[in-house]
C-alpha cells in the first residue's frame, strides 16, 4: 500500500487548498515542456499527496494551451499511482442543477487542438479507453462526497469541447440528444494521457452552470460561474481531504490501467529508437527497457 500515492488536478477555482501547510512546491522538467505550474507536494494526516492547477495558479493558461503530456509526465516523475481531476462543467440535463457533482465515467472527446498521445514519434501504442476512469477511485470519491452530503450522481457522461468559447445552442443541443450529462474543456487528453502513463484516474465534475440549452436560465456569463465555482471549490476541499484518508481502502489490484502497456505496444522492438525510448522512460520505461 505505501507505494501509492495521490495526486489531485485542480480545475477553475480550485487553484489551492490552504489548509494544506505542511508544503513544498516543485518545479519540473519534462520532455514535453513546463507542467502547468509548480507542483505543491504536501502531507495531510501524514500521507503524502500532490496539487496542480491545471490552469495555472491566477488561471492563465487556456483550455487549449495546457501543457496536459507535461502535467502527466511531471506526475510520473514523482511516483504517483492515482490522480483524481476536479472539474467545472456545465450541465446538460435539468436534474444536473448548479452546485451538483457528477463522478464521471464516461467521456466524448470532442477535442480537436490538443497533443493526445505520448506515443507520436517512432512508437505506437494503442492503450484501452473502453472504461476511462477507475472504479476503486471513483468508490473513493463517492465516500468522500457523501462525508460531506454534497449532491452528487455516480456515473455519467462528459463531453469534452475544444473552447474556450462555450457552446453554440445547437451544439448544446446536439450534446443533449446524445444523452450526455456535462460538458467541460479539459479532462481530455488529460484521461488518455492518465492510462498510457498507467495511472489511475477519476473524475469529479462541479456543475456550475445549464450551459446554454436551458430557457429558464440566462446563457453562460463567467461572472455568474465563478460565484458557484467559489461555493464547489469550498465543498471541493472538504472532499479532497476525505478522499486522502479513504482512497488507499479503495485501490483494486487487479485495476487494468496498472499495466495496460503490456498488451499497447505495438511497434517492433528494432524500429523504437533510443531516442524514442529515452523520451518515454518517465512514462513507459517500464515495458520498454525490459
Known amino acids: 500500500m505505501a ?62 494551451n495546457i501543457n496536459f503530456r507535461a502535467n502527466i509526465d511531471a506526475f510520473k516523475q514523482l511516483g504517483v499511482t492515482d490522480i483524481i481531476s476536479v472539474s467545472a462543467v456545465g450541465s446538460l440535463k435539468e436534474n444536473l442543477e448548479p452546485g451538483k457533482f457528477v463522478i464521471v465515467d464516461q467521456f466524448i472527446d470532442r477535442t480537436f487542438a490538443r497533443d493526445k498521445t505520448f506515443f507520436d514519434e517512432d512508437i505506437v501504442a494503442h492503450v484501452s479507453m473502453a472504461h476511462p476512469t477507475s472504479d476503486g477511485l471513483m468508490n473513493a470519491c463517492e465516500d468522500a462526497i457523501k462525508k460531506e452530503n454534497i449532491p452528487y450522481q455516480r456515473g455519467g457522461i462528459y463531453v469534452v469541447m475544444e473552447g474556450p468559447q462555450f457552446s453554440t445552442l445547437a451544439e448544446s443541443n446536439l450534446y443533449r440528444s446524445w444523452k450526455a450529462d456535462v460538458i467541460g474543456m479539459t479532462n481530455m487528453p488529460e484521461a488518455k494521457l492518465a492510462r498510457e502513463a498507467e495511472i489511475r484516474y477519476a473524475s469529479v465534475s462541479m456543475v456550475t452552470d445549464y450551459d446554454c440549452w436551458h430557457p429558464d436560465h440566462e446563457n453562460v456569463d463567467v461572472q455568474k460561474v465563478i460565484k458557484v465555482l467559489l461555493g464547489n471549490a469550498a465543498k ?49 520505461g517500464r515495458v520498454l527497457n525490459k
Open 3 to 64: 507505494n501509492n500515492k495521490l495526486a489531485i488536478i485542480g480545475g477553475s477555482g480550485l487553484y489551492d487548498v490552504e489548509e494544506f501547510t505542511d508544503r513544498k512546491l516543485i518545479q519540473l522538467n519534462t520532455p514535453w515542456g513546463k507542467p502547468s505550474d509548480d507542483i505543491l507536494k504536501t502531507k495531510y494526516n501524514n500521507k503524502e499527496v500532490y496539487f496542480l492547477p491545471r490552469h495555472g495558479r491566477g488561471h492563465f493558461i487556456s483550455p487549449s
Open 236 to 284: 471541493a476541499k472538504n472532499m479532497i481531504k476525505n478522499i486522502i484518508d479513504n482512497f488507499e481502502n479503495n485501490i483494486d489490484s487487479k485495476d487494468p490501467t496498472t499495466n495496460c502497456l503490456d498488451v499497447a505496444i505495438i511497434t517492433a522492438p528494432e524500429k523504437r529508437t533510443q531516442k524514442t525510448k529515452d523520451k518515454l522512460k518517465t512514462i513507459a
